[in-house]
């Protein structure tokens, strides 16, 4: 089935790839993407161990030169902290002077200039490694999303005055011919003129029962031709197709927030300006009504205040949580429109199912044999491998996969068959054998072909 997905981030480094769109593109976002990681992982190992290798030799480093423990504190703060004021920056020329980074920055200057400077490295260093391992969590359900957008047909075989040729889905126009070769996924709906085959549409409906197709049937796109090769005339244009909807409802899913994710874009508004007004009450109001009261301690009281309600948790995670649900259930199939979904689910209590594909895996077994009157079931079982001898269909699978169980299969001689075997899809299948004819299908298959058909 399908998965729809909300393309949420929320990551600030450079390691956040854009979706995969074909393979030149795929190879060069994955090496981008690598060369990210490593680069946010050296930064990481290297400003971790200047820190604690500083944190650990203060003392002694103060000894020699109390400007050279700033400039030992300076190396990882700069190293981790660039991106964040590079952020802030950017924020605030657009006129959001109250967001999470611009925080993080006047908290961190203002611990610098008390002289707090292990617990201004702390802040940014911890940060970035959060943000690290956010964006690593976000990558894997990017890519989960992503696998489906490369499933999308990019090219089909364009019939047009007697020949054929390959052309990007985009170029056909309604009322085009095209082909649609076994094994291959019809890249546009339209209607079948010429062919009979069958069309797995699971991976647009979830139903794994395969579904037939001959003249005048519509063949969806994104489906998958099973057997035949079919001549299909376009009724929409590829942006109109099935599958195209399908692929744009999944870019953008996270138009249809959850009601948590909305209400906390709207408390975001107004967080992070109480926070600041709060921190710079807390700073000045003691000093100014209690003359015994320190305003360096104050201050300092301030920038805990700040550091500690600094939004970023609260906007990234809940998004993110989301996100990640959303990119999980696509590992396992699961179709999600948003994240208004995963919240809808709380209120359930019961589940209907309309499609048996979705409960099951369309993998058939034989039950029972009963055979008519007179035949014997070792002659039933024999005559149904023969005539489903190279059926496509689930339950052609499931007979010969009993047979094989039962050894009877063995007993069946592919030189005696003919090599006009036919399949009728939705119907039946007719093999010719050591000089016989073998059908095998519904009932009203067997009674259009002269076969007596009893009770069933």
């Known amino acids: 089935m399908p998965v ?45 161990l200047l820190f604690a290798l500083t944190l650990f030799f203060e003392a002694k480093i103060a000894a020699a030169s109390p400007w050279a423990v700033y400039l030992a504190y300076a190396i990882p703060y700069l ?31 203002a611990a610098i200039a008390l002289g707090e400077l292990a617990e201004a490295v702390g802040v940014m260093l911890f940060y970035r490694l959060g943000e690290f391992f956010q964006e690593r969590a976000a990558s894997g359900s990017r890519k989960s999303i992503a696998s489906l957008l ?8 364009l019939v047009a005055d007697g020949q054929t040729r390959q052309v990007r889905v985009e170029e056909v126009a309604v009322g085009d011919m095209f082909e649609v070769r076994a094994g291959e996924k019809i890249p546009l709906d ?39 090769t079919l001549r299909v005339r376009a009724t929409s244009l590829y942006a109109d197709s099935h599958m195209a909807r399908i692929l744009d409802m999944v870019e ?37 009504l209690f003359p015994a009261a320190s305003f360096s301690t104050w201050l300092y009281r301030a920038l805990i205040l700040l550091i500690i309600s600094c939004p970023c948790a609260l906007l990234i995670s809940i998004p993110l949580s989301y996100f990640g649900g959303i990119g999980a259930a696509s590992r396992f199939g699961v179709l999600v429109k948003g994240g208004n979904v995963l919240d809808a689910l709380l209120r359930v209590d019961t589940v209907i199912f309309d499609k048996t594909g979705t409960l099951t895996e369309g993998r058939f077994s034989l039950a029972g044999l009963y055979p008519a ?45 003919a090599p006009d075997s036919e399949e009728f899809p939705g119907k039946g299948m007719m093999a010719r054998y050591d000089g016989g004819r073998f059908l095998a299908g519904t009932k009203s298959f067997l009674v259009e072909n002269g076969v007596t058909v009893g009770e069933i």
């Not at 952020?87 to 920055?105: P, R, V, Y």
């Open 150 to 157: 490369a499933e999308k047909p990019a090219l089909a075989w």
């Open 190 to 228: 339209g209607q079948v003129v010429s062919g009979q085959s069958q069309a797995d549409q699971s991976p647009l409906t979830g139903e794994s029962m395969p579904v037939g197709l001959s003249p005048g049937s519509t063949a969806l796109a994104g489906s998958i031709n099973l057997s035949g």
């Open 4 to 48: 729809f997905a909300a393309k949420a981030c929320g990551c600030t480094n450079n390691a956040c790839p854009a979706p995969e769109r074909n393979g030149s593109d795929t190879s060069a976002t994955t090496a981008d993407e690598r060369h990210s990681v490593r680069r946010e992982i050296i930064l990481l190992v290297v400003s971790g």
């Open 79 to 109: 190293l981790c902290g660039v991106g964040i004021f590079r952020e802030a920056l950017a924020a605030m020329s657009k006129g959001d002077f109250f967001n999470e980074f611009a925080l993080m920055c006047i908290a961190t200057i």
């Open 373 to 417: 009157a007179g035949v014997d079931e070792g002659q039933l079982l024999r005559a149904a491998l023969v005539a489903e001898r190279h059926g496509s269909h689930p339950i052609a699978q499931a007979i010969r996969r009993y047979g094989a169980e039962q050894g009877v299969a063995d007993g069946v001689d592919d030189a005696a068959m």
């Open 252 to 288: 953008n899913a996270s138009q249809r927030k959850s009601p948590t994710e909305r209400f906390i874009s709207r408390f975001a508004g107004w967080y992070t300006p109480a926070v600041v007004a709060l921190a710079a009450l807390v700073a000045l109001a003691p000093p100014l």
